[in-house]
């Protein structure tokens, strides 16, 4: 952090620092039963006041504090913000590719086939088996139940589950775990095609500590590369040096 103290002393104007690609820390006690449970191809919503703010799609990770995975990277950035204004729910689409009518017709089919079983053993083909128990519980429907004897009411009780799996968020990780850190010497500050201060002479920039973070996925290794490429070149060429 000592470079944002030092463009400070020296003028520069540093936007407010936050950990981003961050994992995400959750309240609810039956995320810990799922930790190191992964999930591919889901969408992760998040919820401010029942407002949808925004979903991402791809994988995740349960933990032992809560969730993690580049999904929940990408996301935590926004997580932060809003959790400044009030209380955030993150949700999870466990079968984005269907919507309600056509996951009741997958559940129904599979109900057929296992309707003489009992409940808990009637969603091995739908769910990891970890997390079978845990969505039983969060429904209340008995799992010693038989399949033909669930009800309408009950099964729609199941979908609405796989399609928002609500979690509500009690911070994020913090600084020590996050991968890179928003915020940073303010961008109309700096050339943007010599990474050059505009406020002191002979003063370039690069990398994290210029205001602009991005996804995981490579985009922040990449900024470095170029925004250090061009600082580089550039103080070079000048005979001074970059911070």
Known sequence: GDGFKW??????????????????????????????????????????????????FGEMLFTHFGISGPIVLSASKLIGQLLKKGDVIVSIDLKPALDFTKL???????????????????????????????????????PDKQVNSITREERHKIISLLKKLDMNVSGLLGFDYSLVTSGGINIKEIGPKTMKSKIIKNLYFAGEI??????????????CWTTGYIAGQNSAIKGTNAL
């Open 7 to 56: 463009a400070l002393k020296l003028g520069h104007t540093v936007t407010e620092l936050s950990p981003s690609l961050v994992p995400v820390k959750i309240s609810d006690e039956w995320v810990k039963e799922l930790q190191g449970l992964s999930l591919k191809n889901v969408e992760l919503s998040i919820y401010q006041n029942n407002k949808k703010k925004d979903s991402f």
């Open 104 to 142: 009741d017709k997958r559940i129904l089919r599979d109900f057929q086939e296992y309707q003489n079983k009992l409940f808990k053993n009637s969603l091995k083909d739908l769910l990891p088996q970890r997390l079978i128990p845990v969505i039983i519980k969060l429904t209340g429907i008995d």
């Open 210 to 223: 210029i205001d602009l973070d991005g996804p995981t996925g490579g985009y922040n290794l990449q900024l």
